[in-house]
């Protein structure tokens, strides 16, 4: 539709910070909106290439060969590919992207593209785009990528970078065939370890705890399937990686990555080895590069060039596993990329703030500015009608902006607040600006370097959305959402003063005005929504004629600013749809419908009368707008064109006669929103858009074709004759507006505004005292900023207010002499009696006033009322839904029963009433019991009679062990709660039986809470009549106190709200603190109650027999017992009408009956209150004592409920058991489907895609080989045929002449790609060319003339020139040839080494799964069986705090008390014999002694009786002294002796026993010893092997480690030696500790000798 003309874009302006790149060394580009910027570092020109698709989205560029590409922004996108300064159209590549490119890049070695496409393939896709073909591609692997990057040195290696993850693609290559393999880079955990790759290998049990069963991969745990389950688990299962921001690669072919977290990484991508070079967290990291991010790396030829956090940046110089910083900049502002040119002398920093910087580290240090434009998206631009020819934008953060018509920035001026609107004055050089707050900005541009704001005044309380200038510049309407439109004097001389207002039905939509000469009018079109609330379309457009003639006269506008309806002329039109935009013409409108997508033009009445009714419009002329609206319409100031913009981002341009043709311009992307404003210059040549969300200015010039030389020049005439018609206003006003000072420093607006400031606090300041002024401006306060409006209105205030002040002095003066006389009245009033007394209502002077107050004071009521009845109706509704979750479904409610006397309680349990679901499952399970249990009673039946009654006994003894607690594995069977169908434990097999088993100890589990329940509520009962008991005491204790005048305090228990927890549901009116609110209805009952007992008062009259009765007698006609207490004897009356000494003998007499009567009623009185205080003390005894006796039997219940707790949880345990097996099962079954769909998945791409690909590329290498043999052997044949093709030469000169046969020129040589596929710096394809070409070229060198040897025929050596280049070509083919077949067989044995892997892989696989199940037969085997013993049934050591039960063997209880009894069978037989054994041995002792001591005997009576010898004894002596007989007394002494013999061969021979039985056990230990011997002896050649593997890995490793890090490991263990030998030691001690305590125990326990002799 560009027929009628077309545009040329001028310039345009912007920065989005998407990326910066280089397209030659002095030249920069960066996308702006649709276009591409190119700017010039050395000349700062820009230049501009539109996008020729929809928008620019990722951009890339080669600065070394001066090419660059970019995408569009569309459905299905196309990759565009140009070269520069020629701008030309290389290519345009379509590939399977369906959104959006996310990333490209180009190739140093070669014309290859890569790109990285985004939802929903995802595809990695590398071009040839010289062929416009892509040579491989990957999808779904760039999920998360953001960048690209080819190695310069190698294309075959492409980096891609995604938020969190690091890939290395290698291209591998064969002939034509491209493929893209990946190599995932693992990077370091958060705190720099380096993380394990978690993989799901075979299942492993733990060694500590087998009974739990096998441990299974995470993946079989999760029961996540697909082929993305490993992926999740190892997400979840892993630490958190560091985030990769930057790459950059090294001359070395290593990649440099920066992280978010500080740390700088370097990547081997060969060997996939990462190497943290610095870590933030370390103690020796450097501190200023503590506080750096590397967002940004980029290689210079003074070290790595890297961004920070800050504003700084630093120059680092790396050796190895060193950083040195070897320079430091400090920036003006935050830098978020950097970029290195291609001849790597210029860096170039951009900004997120919308500057590029500019640096050459080897010149100077000085950073330059080469592009300031700032950021943030536009909110208007537009062209200046002044002959300044200046461009005017200001961005949504305030920031404004003046452009040259080159579009130079020329100056800007932060107005700090954000704003929605902009206008340029066509009398003067300033700016109006509308902000979100409200206020109008006038801003002088007379300076374009530093505009500067000279005004401003606030008109709204919303936003600021329209600015209007009519064209001559009489008026500025201003627009918003609170439908006002104000119009200001557009004259700096005016002091830009507010003119009035008007109304208009609902928010103003759109803005525009219309000049009218001839009437000197100013007709202002308003688009209404004719209703609040709508704020995006309007059916009502609003006409108002203005007069040009100055309106500042008292008849223009009322006391309030609104303008008079005589000025302002309304006209009201209606149209059948809602529009979006309009703007006016010479009488006809044009608008554009949204919904029906049209552009509009509509025809206006000539004479419409203001007093008339709305008149509904039709369109006269309707064309297709926008695809993409809503749309905006601008007219242009000679009214002949029309242009639209919208959201599409399409500019269009109209000639107002006829609409349907147009010109279009896609300024815009619209995905960025498209274009929020166009505007016209003053000749209507120029349009400047800002775009909604890109952040560009596009500048436009417009060429109309087909139109006369007339036609051509009428918008420059308008222009000129406009400039004509307002010079010598513009330069009046323009040089009033340079006069005036900047706002806030003296302006006349300023002293304006503190004036009123001043009345305005002024009358703020009177002090009101009176009560009744107005109750609404008491309610409601001055708002802290006012508007204009709100100004002029108190202005209006107060001068009313100084008029009528001595009229309303006057006034308040007498209201207040009527109200203190009111008062008075009514205080008058107050003590008249009731049937004289007024009510207060009809004081009242103003009836009407109190009730509209009353009327507000019950609405807000109501309102109060009804807000809190809702509030109470939600509380109700949650205590509704609280309760009947949680209380209501509650079969018994949890409650406790507390002690009287301590603080002990017992709860019950809360249980739930069991679904229909539970109970049906549970009678299935009994039912399925039933029938296996018959089934085994029938099997059994048919079996032999001989052997029913042995199995009836043995049946009985099993169902006796079965019923024991230490076989069923908890206490329930002991409570007597059991259930004879529960399955035993060692017959658990299957997954059913294990859930049917869960189902019946859940049914245990409820039976003995239902049982302990029932208990707890009898306890319950009891303590509820204990409580009635006592409180009945109680009572009769207080009748007895109140009888005594005793004032003590009872015990008086109750029960507490656990005990009782329904009244945690009700509330008593004794917790309602507030006075209660009563209805009339219900206070009207209350008024009823009240008179019904008083009239029953007054019917009861008054009874003087009853009063009679009451005053003398209480009210009773006999004494009772209880009222001896109250009785007293009166006294005689003459004892107190006369003395003592003037009582007669008859009355002495009297008086000393009356002492008796009164001592005898003491005495009574006294045993009556002894009775009356045993009765009390017997009460409280009684009441102490049932109380006692219930705390009893509450510890009863206590020790029965630690029973059923325990059962509860021994039954518990199993089901979690019981739940984990089959937890287990499940997991099991898991894994073995996740290795079949791997082995099937394995197997299926080896054949399938493996296989195949091995067995293709087989056949294309061999048919290769053979096209490279017979090419070698045609090689070979020039080579031989040489000699034959001179045979008319000599030979001497044939020699001669193959020496130069063979003789090469040296050119570059090609290497092959199968020595180091990834170390190549180019394609040999890419290489052949032009090594051949610089072959041949070196050729026609040698085949000079001068070259020719001597004498030989010229035509003979054009033959031999000939030939050689033939020889030369063959050669080159060949060899071309061989680098190729060298490349197919490196990619087939890839292949190959691939297949090998995968076939590893299934082998691998299988061996895991023929694994898995024998572990799941094992564990379907291993029954888990719990069994509760008892202290004294472990005989397993407990040395360490849980028992090792690994050894132990599980036996029944008889075989372990049969052995117990035989061992103190011989226990007691070897006690006695020991027992004998000491009294022999005592006798054996006591003989001894006994022996001893009549040997010293015997030598004594030897001396007495060698004395007696030597004295002289008579003969009777010596016949007394040779009587004693010898012989006897040698026989006992033989005797002895012969038995003392005996007992020694006895012991004798029982040591000799004991010995032969230790060199036996000895000689069993030694053969258990060489069996070890052995085994260890067959394992010490393999592992000699491996420690000497071992030392040969840490030699080699630590030739290559640095002495001080060998210094450091060699310290860290020692210390750790250290720390390890102090434990070992605090062990020891301990364990010594231990051993002592096991000794002292052991002999604490060792029966003892010396207490069985004594017992």
Request: glycine share 4%.
């Given at each position: 539709?560009?027929?009628?003309?077309?545009?040329?874009?001028?310039?345009?302006q912007?920065?989005?910070?998407?990326?910066i790149?280089?397209?030659?060394?002095?030249?920069?580009?960066?996308?702006?909106?649709s276009?591409?910027?190119?700017?010039?570092?050395e000349?700062k020109?820009?230049?501009?290439?539109?996008?020729?698709?929809r928008?620019?989205?990722a951009?890339?560029?080669?600065?070394?060969?001066?090419?660059?590409?970019?995408?569009?922004?569309?459905?299905?996108?196309?990759i565009?590919?140009?070269?520069?300064?020629?701008f030309?159209?290389?290519?345009?590549?379509?590939?399977t992207?369906?959104?959006?490119?996310?990333?490209?890049?180009?190739?140093?070695?070669?014309?290859?593209?890569?790109?990285?496409?985004?939802?929903?393939?995802?595809?990695?896709?590398?071009?040839?785009?010289?062929?416009?073909?892509?040579?491989c591609?990957?999808?779904?692997?760039?999920?998360?990528?953001?960048?690209?990057?080819?190695?310069?040195?190698?294309?075959?290696?492409?980096?891609?970078?995604?938020?969190?993850?690091?890939?290395?693609?290698?291209?591998?290559?064969?002939?034509?065939?491209?493929?893209?393999?990946?190599?995932?880079?693992?990077?370091?955990?958060t705190?720099g370890?380096?993380?394990?790759?978690?993989?799901?290998?075979?299942?492993?049990?733990?060694?500590?705890?087998?009974?739990?069963?096998?441990?299974?991969?995470?993946?079989?745990?999760?029961?996540?399937?697909?082929?993305?389950?490993?992926?999740?688990?190892?997400?979840?299962?892993?630490?958190?990686?560091?985030?990769?921001?930057?790459?950059?690669?090294?001359?070395?072919?290593?990649?440099?990555?920066?992280?978010?977290?500080?740390?700088?990484?370097?990547?081997?991508?060969?060997?996939?080895?990462?190497?943290?070079?610095?870590?933030?967290?370390?103690?020796?990291?450097i501190?200023?590069l503590?506080?750096?991010n590397?967002?940004?790396?980029?290689?210079?030829?003074?070290?790595?060039?890297?961004?920070?956090?800050?504003?700084?940046?630093?120059?680092?110089?790396?050796?190895?596993?060193?950083?040195?910083?070897?320079?430091?900049?400090?920036?003006?502002?935050?830098?978020?990329?950097?970029?290195?040119?291609?001849?790597?002398?210029?860096?170039?920093?951009?900004?997120n703030?919308g500057?590029?910087?500019?640096?050459?580290?080897?010149?100077?240090?000085?950073i330059?500015?080469?592009?300031?434009?700032?950021?943030?998206?536009?909110?208007?631009?537009?062209?200046?009608?002044?002959?300044?020819?200046?461009?005017?934008?200001?961005?949504?953060?305030?920031?404004?902006?003046?452009?040259?018509?080159?579009?130079?920035?020329?100056?800007?001026?932060?107005?700090?607040?954000?704003?929605?609107?902009?206008?340029?004055?066509?009398?003067?050089?300033?700016?109006?600006v509308?902000?979100?707050?409200?206020?109008?900005?006038?801003?002088?541009?007379?300076?374009?370097?530093?505009?500067?704001?000279?005004h401003?005044?606030?008109?709204?309380?919303?936003?600021v959305?329209?600015?209007?200038?009519?064209?001559?510049?009489?008026?500025?309407?201003?627009?918003?959402?609170?439908?006002?439109?104000?119009?200001?004097?557009?004259?700096?001389?005016?002091?830009?003063?507010?003119?009035?207002?008007?109304?208009?039905?609902?928010?103003v939509?759109?803005?525009?005005?219309?000049?009218i000469?001839?009437?000197?009018q100013?007709?202002?079109?308003?688009?209404?929504?004719?209703q609040?609330?709508?704020?995006?379309?309007?059916?009502?457009?609003?006409?108002?004629?203005?007069?040009?003639?100055?309106?500042?006269?008292?008849?223009?506008?009322?006391?309030?600013?609104?303008?008079?309806?005589?000025?302002?002329?309304?006209?009201?039109?209606?149209?059948?749809?809602?529009?979006?935009?309009?703007?006016?013409?010479?009488?006809?409108?044009?608008?554009?419908?949204?919904?029906?997508?049209?552009?509009?033009?509509?025809?206006?009445?000539?004479?419409?009368?203001s007093?008339?009714?709305v008149?509904?419009?039709?369109?006269?002329?309707?064309?297709?707008g926008?695809?993409l609206?809503?749309?905006?319409?601008?007219?242009?100031?000679?009214?002949?064109?029309?242009?639209?913009?919208?959201?599409?981002?399409?500019?269009?341009?109209?000639?107002?006669?006829?609409?349907?043709?147009?010109?279009?311009?896609?300024?815009?992307?619209?995905?960025?929103?498209?274009?929020?404003?166009?505007?016209?210059?003053?000749?209507?040549?120029?349009?400047?858009?800002?775009?909604?969300?890109?952040?560009?200015?596009?500048?436009?010039?417009l060429?109309?074709?087909?139109?006369?030389?007339?036609?051509?020049?009428?918008?420059?005439?308008?222009s000129?004759?406009?400039?004509?018609?307002?010079?010598?206003?513009?330069?009046?006003e323009?040089?009033?507006?340079?006069?005036?000072?900047e706002?806030?420093?003296?302006?006349?607006a300023?002293?304006?505004?503190?004036?009123?400031s001043?009345?305005g606090?002024?009358?703020?300041?009177?002090?009101?005292t009176?009560?009744?002024e107005?109750?609404?401006?008491?309610?409601?306060?001055?708002p802290?900023?006012?508007?204009?409006?709100?100004?002029?209105?108190?202005?209006?205030?107060?001068?009313?207010?100084?008029?009528?002040?001595?009229?309303?002095?006057?006034?308040?003066?007498?209201?207040?002499?009527?109200?203190?006389?009111?008062?008075?009245?009514?205080?008058?009033?107050?003590?008249?009696?009731d049937i004289?007394?007024?009510?207060?209502?009809?004081f009242?002077?103003?009836?009407?006033?109190?009730?509209?107050?009353?009327?507000?004071?019950?609405?807000?009521?109501?309102r109060?009322?009804?807000?809190?009845?809702?509030?109470?109706?939600?509380?109700?509704?949650?205590?509704?839904?609280?309760?009947?979750?949680?209380?209501?479904?509650?079969?018994?409610?949890?409650?406790?029963v507390?002690?009287?006397?301590?603080?002990?309680?017992?709860?019950?349990?809360?249980?739930r009433?069991?679904?229909?679901?539970e109970?049906?499952?549970?009678?299935?399970v009994q039912?399925?019991?039933?029938l296996?249990e018959?089934?085994?009673?029938?099997?059994?039946?048919?079996?032999?009679?001989?052997?029913?009654?042995?199995?009836?006994?043995?049946?009985?003894?099993?169902?006796?062990?079965?019923?024991?607690?230490?076989?069923?594995?908890?206490?329930?069977?002991?409570?007597?709660?059991?259930?004879?169908?529960?399955y035993?434990q060692f017959?658990?097999?299957?997954?059913?039986?294990r859930?049917?088993?869960?189902?019946?100890?859940?049914?245990?589990?409820?039976?003995i809470?239902?049982?302990?329940?029932?208990?707890?509520?009898?306890?319950?009962?009891?303590?509820?009549?204990?409580?009635n008991?006592?409180?009945?005491?109680?009572?009769?204790?207080?009748?007895?106190?109140?009888?005594?005048?005793?004032?003590?305090e009872?015990?008086?228990?109750?029960?507490?709200?656990?005990?009782?927890?329904?009244?945690?549901?009700?509330?008593?009116?004794?917790?309602?603190?507030?006075?209660?609110?009563?209805?009339?209805?219900?206070?009207?009952?209350?008024?009823?109650?009240?008179?019904?007992?008083?009239?029953?008062?007054?019917?009861?009259g008054?009874?003087f027999?009853?009063?009679?009765?009451?005053?003398?007698?209480?009210?009773?006609?006999?004494?009772?017992?209880?009222?001896?207490?109250?009785?007293?004897?009166?006294?005689?009356?003459?004892?107190?009408?006369k003395?003592d000494?003037?009582?007669?003998?008859?009355?002495?007499?009297?008086?000393?009956?009356?002492?008796?009567?009164c001592?005898?009623?003491?005495?009574?009185?006294?045993k009556?209150?002894?009775?009356?205080?045993?009765?009390?003390?017997?009460?409280?005894?009684?009441?102490?004592?049932?109380?006692?006796?219930?705390?009893?039997?509450?510890?009863?219940?206590?020790?029965?409920?630690?029973?059923?707790?325990?059962?509860?949880?021994?039954?518990?345990?199993?089901?979690?058991?019981?739940?984990?097996?089959?937890?287990i099962?499940?997991?099991?079954?898991?894994?073995?489907?996740?290795?079949?769909?791997?082995?099937?998945?394995?197997m299926?791409?080896?054949?399938?895609?493996?296989?195949?690909?091995?067995k293709?590329?087989?056949?294309?290498?061999?048919?290769?080989?053979?096209?490279?043999?017979?090419?070698?052997?045609?090689?070979?044949?020039?080579?031989?045929e040489?000699?034959?093709?001179?045979?008319?030469?000599?030979?001497?000169?044939?020699?001669?002449?193959?020496?130069?046969?063979?003789?090469r020129?040296?050119?570059?040589?090609?290497?092959?790609?199968?020595?180091?596929?990834?170390?190549?710096?180019?394609?040999?394809?890419?290489?052949?060319?032009?090594?051949?070409?610089?072959?041949?070229?070196?050729?026609?060198?040698?085949?000079?003339?001068?070259?020719?040897?001597?004498?030989?025929?010229?035509?003979?050596?054009?033959k031999?020139?000939?030939?050689?280049?033939t020889?030369v070509?063959?050669?080159?083919?060949?060899?071309?040839?061989?680098?190729?077949?060298?490349?197919?067989?490196?990619?087939?044995?890839?292949?190959r080494?691939?297949?090998?892997t995968?076939?590893?892989e299934?082998?691998?696989?299988?061996?895991?799964?023929?694994?898995?199940h024998?572990?799941?037969?094992?564990?379907?085997?291993?029954?888990?069986?719990?069994?509760?013993?008892?202290?004294?049934?472990?005989?397993?050591?407990?040395?360490?705090?849980?028992?090792?039960?690994?050894?132990?063997?599980?036996?029944?209880?008889?075989?372990?008390?049969?052995?117990?009894?035989?061992?103190?069978?011989?226990?007691?037989?070897?006690?006695?014999?020991?027992?004998?054994?000491?009294?022999?041995?005592?006798?054996?002792?006591?003989?001894?002694?006994?022996?001893?001591?009549?040997?010293?005997?015997?030598?004594d009576?030897?001396?007495?009786?060698?004395?007696?010898?030597?004295?002289?004894?008579?003969?009777e002596?010596?016949?007394?002294?040779?009587?004693?007989?010898?012989?006897?007394?040698?026989?006992k002494?033989?005797?002895?002796?012969?038995?003392?013999?005996?007992?020694?061969?006895?012991?004798?021979?029982?040591?000799?026993?004991?010995?032969?039985?230790?060199?036996?056990?000895?000689?069993?230990q030694?053969?258990?010893?060489a069996?070890?011997?052995e085994?260890?002896e067959?394992q010490?050649?393999?592992?000699?092997?491996?420690?000497?593997?071992?030392?040969?890995?840490?030699?080699?490793?630590?030739?290559?480690?640095?002495q001080?890090?060998?210094t450091?490991?060699?310290?860290?263990?020692?210390?750790?030696?250290?720390?390890?030998?102090d434990?070992?030691?605090?062990?020891?001690?301990?364990?010594?500790?231990?051993?002592?305590?096991?000794?002292?125990?052991?002999?604490?326990?060792f029966?003892?000798?010396?207490?069985?002799?004594?017992?």
């Amino acid at each position: 539709m560009n027929d009628i003309g077309s545009f040329k874009v001028r310039w345009i302006q912007g920065f989005t910070n998407k990326n910066i790149e280089f397209v030659d060394d002095k030249t920069v580009c960066y996308a702006c909106g649709s276009h591409l910027c190119f700017l010039n570092l050395e000349t700062k020109t820009q230049s501009v290439l539109q996008s020729p698709g929809r928008g620019v989205g990722a951009l890339t560029a080669n600065g070394n060969n001066g090419m660059f590409a970019f995408s569009e922004e569309k459905l299905s996108p196309a990759i565009f590919v140009y070269i520069f300064p020629e701008f030309q159209l290389k290519c345009e590549l379509k590939g399977t992207a369906q959104l959006d490119y996310t990333s490209l890049t180009l190739s140093d070695g070669g014309p290859y593209l890569g790109s990285c496409s985004s939802l929903p393939d995802h595809t990695i896709t590398v071009w040839n785009w010289e062929t416009t073909e892509p040579i491989c591609t990957q999808p779904q692997a760039g999920q998360d990528v953001f960048s690209l990057v080819f190695n310069p040195l190698n294309w075959l290696q492409l980096c891609a970078l995604g938020s969190t993850s690091l890939t290395v693609w290698n291209i591998e290559k064969s002939a034509s065939f491209h493929v893209l393999k990946p190599s995932v880079i693992e990077l370091p955990a958060t705190d720099g370890s380096l993380v394990e790759r978690l993989v799901a290998s075979l299942h492993t049990a733990s060694d500590k705890l087998p009974y739990f069963g096998p441990e299974m991969p995470p993946s079989a745990i999760s029961g996540i399937k697909g082929d993305k389950a490993e992926t999740i688990v190892t997400k979840l299962c892993t630490k958190a990686r560091l985030t990769p921001t930057a790459i950059c690669w090294t001359a070395t072919s290593e990649i440099y990555v920066g992280c978010a977290e500080g740390f700088l990484l370097l990547v081997e991508p060969e060997s996939l080895s990462v190497s943290v070079l610095f870590n933030p967290t370390s103690a020796d990291a450097i501190p200023e590069l503590r506080r750096t991010n590397f967002q940004g790396l980029t290689p210079h030829k003074n070290g790595l060039i890297a961004l920070g956090k800050g504003n700084v940046m630093h120059c680092l110089q790396i050796k190895q596993t060193q950083i040195n910083i070897t320079q430091t900049w400090q920036l003006e502002g935050p830098v978020t990329a950097v970029m290195n040119s291609p001849d790597h002398e210029t860096l170039i920093l951009s900004s997120n703030t919308g500057q590029i910087y500019m640096l050459n580290p080897t010149h100077s240090d000085k950073i330059v500015k080469v592009l300031d434009v700032l950021s943030g998206n536009f909110v208007a631009a537009t062209l200046s009608h002044t002959d300044r020819k200046i461009c005017v934008s200001v961005r949504d953060s305030g920031e404004l902006q003046l452009w040259s018509t080159d579009g130079v920035c020329l100056g800007s001026l932060s107005l700090q607040t954000e704003v929605r609107s902009l206008a340029c004055c066509p009398i003067a050089q300033y700016a109006a600006v509308g902000t979100v707050s409200g206020s109008v900005l006038f801003i002088d541009l007379n300076r374009e370097q530093r505009p500067r704001l000279v005004h401003q005044v606030h008109l709204y309380q919303a936003s600021v959305n329209h600015l209007v200038f009519d064209q001559e510049g009489h008026y500025l309407l201003t627009g918003s959402t609170d439908s006002h439109i104000y119009v200001l004097d557009a004259k700096p001389s005016k002091r830009f003063s507010v003119i009035g207002f008007t109304v208009v039905p609902g928010s103003v939509l759109s803005l525009s005005t219309q000049c009218i000469r001839d009437c000197e009018q100013v007709k202002v079109l308003a688009l209404c929504t004719g209703q609040e609330g709508n704020s995006h379309d309007g059916s009502l457009l609003m006409v108002l004629s203005l007069p040009e003639r100055d309106l500042t006269g008292l008849d223009c506008v009322d006391r309030h600013g609104c303008l008079s309806p005589h000025i302002v002329k309304v006209s009201r039109y209606e149209v059948s749809h809602p529009l979006q935009s309009c703007v006016l013409g010479v009488s006809e409108v044009f608008a554009y419908c949204h919904k029906k997508k049209t552009l509009q033009r509509f025809q206006l009445p000539q004479d419409t009368d203001s007093s008339q009714p709305v008149v509904h419009l039709r369109p006269e002329q309707e064309v297709r707008g926008h695809p993409l609206g809503p749309a905006s319409l601008v007219l242009s100031p000679h009214q002949l064109w029309l242009t639209s913009v919208g959201r599409d981002g399409l500019l269009r341009v109209r000639k107002t006669p006829s609409m349907e043709r147009y010109i279009e311009l896609q300024c815009h992307s619209c995905r960025d929103g498209g274009v929020r404003s166009v505007s016209f210059s003053a000749d209507s040549q120029t349009l400047l858009t800002a775009g909604f969300n890109d952040g560009s200015l596009v500048c436009a010039d417009l060429r109309i074709k087909g139109v006369g030389a007339g036609k051509v020049n009428k918008a420059t005439q308008n222009s000129q004759a406009m400039d004509d018609l307002l010079k010598n206003i513009f330069d009046t006003e323009n040089s009033v507006l340079i006069d005036w000072p900047e706002w806030g420093q003296g302006s006349p607006a300023a002293t304006e505004k503190s004036e009123g400031s001043e009345v305005g606090v002024e009358a703020e300041s009177v002090d009101v005292t009176e009560q009744d002024e107005s109750y609404n401006s008491l309610l409601s306060a001055p708002p802290s900023h006012p508007t204009w409006l709100e100004s002029r209105r108190e202005a209006v205030q107060e001068e009313e207010n100084e008029q009528y002040c001595e009229t309303k002095k006057n006034l308040r003066k007498t209201v207040k002499e009527l109200r203190d006389t009111i008062q008075e009245m009514m205080r008058e009033n107050e003590n008249l009696p009731d049937i004289e007394r007024l009510e207060q209502r009809e004081f009242n002077l103003d009836v009407e006033e109190q009730g509209r107050l009353e009327a507000m004071v019950e609405q807000e009521v109501v309102r109060v009322r009804n807000e809190i009845e809702l509030e109470n109706l939600a509380k109700c509704y949650l205590r509704d839904v609280l309760k009947s979750e949680c209380w209501d479904t509650m079969k018994v409610k949890g409650r406790t029963v507390k002690a009287f006397h301590s603080e002990h309680e017992v709860k019950n349990y809360p249980l739930r009433e069991r679904t229909e679901k539970e109970m049906e499952d549970l009678r299935r399970v009994q039912n399925l019991r039933r029938l296996e249990e018959a089934a085994c009673t029938q099997s059994n039946l048919k079996k032999g009679s001989s052997t029913i009654i042995a199995k009836e006994e043995e049946l009985g003894k099993e169902g006796h062990e079965a019923a024991s607690s230490a076989v069923t594995g908890s206490f329930s069977t002991d409570l007597g709660y059991s259930i004879p169908s529960i399955y035993s434990q060692f017959s658990l097999q299957t997954t059913e039986q294990r859930i049917n088993q869960i189902i019946l100890l859940q049914d245990v589990i409820y039976r003995i809470k239902t049982a302990f329940n029932a208990e707890f509520e009898a306890v319950h009962r009891q303590k509820v009549q204990e409580l009635n008991r006592a409180r009945e005491r109680n009572r009769h204790s207080r009748a007895i106190m109140q009888e005594l005048d005793m004032n003590e305090e009872l015990w008086e228990p109750s029960l507490t709200n656990s005990e009782q927890p329904e009244r945690l549901l009700t509330v008593d009116d004794s917790e309602i603190k507030a006075e209660r609110f009563l209805t009339p209805e219900q206070k009207r009952e209350e008024e009823r109650k009240k008179l019904e007992e008083q009239r029953r008062l007054a019917a009861k009259g008054d009874n003087f027999i009853e009063r009679a009765l009451d005053d003398m007698m209480d009210g009773v006609l006999e004494v009772k017992r209880e009222d001896i207490l109250k009785m007293e004897i009166p006294p005689p009356e003459f004892v107190l009408t006369k003395p003592d000494i003037h009582w007669t003998e008859e009355e002495k007499k009297v008086y000393k009956e009356y002492e008796k009567k009164c001592k005898d009623l003491s005495m009574e009185k006294e045993k009556y209150k002894k009775s009356l205080e045993c009765e009390m003390k017997n009460l409280q005894a009684s009441t102490k004592e049932a109380t006692q006796r219930f705390d009893e039997t509450l510890r009863k219940l206590f020790e029965k409920k630690v029973k059923c707790e325990m059962a509860i949880y021994q039954e518990e345990l199993k089901i979690t058991y019981l739940v984990y097996a089959v937890q287990i099962r499940e997991e099991m079954k898991n894994r073995e489907m996740e290795l079949k769909y791997k082995l099937e998945k394995t197997m299926a791409y080896k054949q399938d895609k493996i296989g195949e690909e091995v067995k293709r590329h087989e056949e294309e290498v061999e048919l290769f080989q053979e096209n490279y043999d017979s090419i070698v052997a045609e090689d070979r044949v020039l080579d031989k045929e040489f000699r034959k093709e001179f045979l008319d030469v000599p030979s001497n000169a044939v020699d001669q002449l193959y020496k130069l046969f063979k003789r090469r020129p040296r050119v570059q040589k090609i290497r092959t790609q199968s020595d180091n596929p990834l170390k190549e710096q180019r394609l040999c394809g890419s290489l052949a060319p032009d090594a051949f070409s610089n072959m041949l070229k070196a050729m026609e060198e040698l085949d000079a003339p001068h070259n020719m040897p001597e004498g030989l025929n010229p035509s003979i050596w054009e033959k031999f020139c000939f030939i050689r280049k033939t020889k030369v070509e063959s050669e080159h083919k060949v060899k071309v040839k061989a680098l190729t077949l060298a490349e197919m067989q490196a990619f087939l044995q890839r292949r190959r080494e691939e297949e090998r892997t995968a076939q590893e892989e299934i082998k691998n696989i299988s061996d895991e799964l023929e694994s898995l199940h024998k572990e799941k037969n094992h564990f379907l085997t291993d029954i888990l069986v719990q069994f509760p013993l008892k202290q004294g049934q472990l005989e397993v050591s407990t040395t360490d705090l849980i028992p090792d039960y690994t050894d132990s063997v599980l036996l029944h209880r008889s075989v372990v008390e049969d052995l117990n009894s035989s061992i103190r069978t011989i226990g007691e037989e070897k006690i006695a014999s020991m027992v004998e054994r000491k009294d022999f041995r005592k006798g054996i002792i006591q003989l001894q002694w006994e022996h001893k001591k009549l040997g010293m005997r015997v030598e004594d009576l030897n001396n007495k009786a060698r004395d007696i010898q030597m004295l002289r004894l008579s003969e009777e002596q010596q016949d007394f002294l040779h009587r004693a007989d010898r012989e006897c007394s040698m026989s006992k002494q033989a005797s002895i002796l012969r038995k003392s013999r005996a007992f020694q061969e006895k012991i004798h021979l029982q040591s000799v026993q004991q010995r032969i039985k230790k060199i036996e056990q000895l000689n069993r230990q030694a053969a258990k010893k060489a069996e070890k011997n052995e085994i260890v002896e067959q394992q010490l050649p393999d592992m000699q092997v491996t420690v000497a593997e071992r030392r040969h890995i840490y030699e080699a490793t630590a030739l290559e480690e640095n002495q001080a890090a060998t210094t450091e490991e060699r310290y860290q263990e020692i210390l750790q030696r250290r720390k390890l030998e102090d434990v070992a030691r605090a062990q020891a001690e301990e364990l010594a500790d231990l051993w002592a305590e096991v000794q002292r125990l052991r002999i604490r326990s060792f029966p003892s000798l010396d207490k069985l002799k004594h017992t």
